[in-house]
């Protein structure tokens, strides 16, 4: 994607933070999915937060999921669009929530049992997961999974697409935006 191209994805993200100014947008990164995605998110997002906590914080940091609040003009916003876009790095959301909220709020869906008990991870910030999940999830878990996010964007299919998820009356709205990208 060039940087046109890219300046197009970021208006569309970022509309209705511009018509809301108490809406911000943050994405979930998974630093497994590229080993450039940790040093970049340490390096130039100094207030991003790992899902794990304490020990396992630091014990899977290489490979830990980071929420990371971005803007329109951040260098880490336009690094991850130009080097992640179509490569399923991770999702971006948008909501009123603090940066802690969130991640408490992300923490409680993150955090998982199996039937015996045994606590796994939920790798919802995976767009192919959120995306099958979302699809196949009741009005319960709907909710759960949303909280107080208005929206999930994901890259669609190919690198020309965005897909936005809203939850409205109970009910998972998928809203695909062709993008206009260059040739």
Known sequence: MNTQDIKR?????????????????????????????YPQVRDNAPTAQ??????????????????????PDDFLTTWFLQHGWGDKWGILCETSETLTELRRHFQRVFAVYNDAGKPLYFRFYDPRVLEDYLQSATPSE??????????FY????????LTQYLLAADRIVKRSI???ISG
Do not use: C, H
Request: glycine residues 8%; neutral net charge.
């Open 9 to 37: 994805l970021i208006k569309m993200i970022w509309q209705n933070t511009s018509q809301n100014s108490s809406l911000r947008i943050y994405g979930l990164l998974d630093a497994a999915r590229d080993q450039g995605i």
């Open 50 to 71: 790992s899902l794990f906590q304490g020990s396992r914080a630091r014990e899977l940091a290489l490979v830990a999921p980071y929420l990371v609040p971005l803007a």
């Open 154 to 161: 994901v890259e669609g299919d190919d690198a020309g697409s």
């Open 142 to 151: 709907l909710k759960k999974i949303f909280g107080s996010v208005q929206s």
């Open 178 to 180: 062709e993008l206009p």
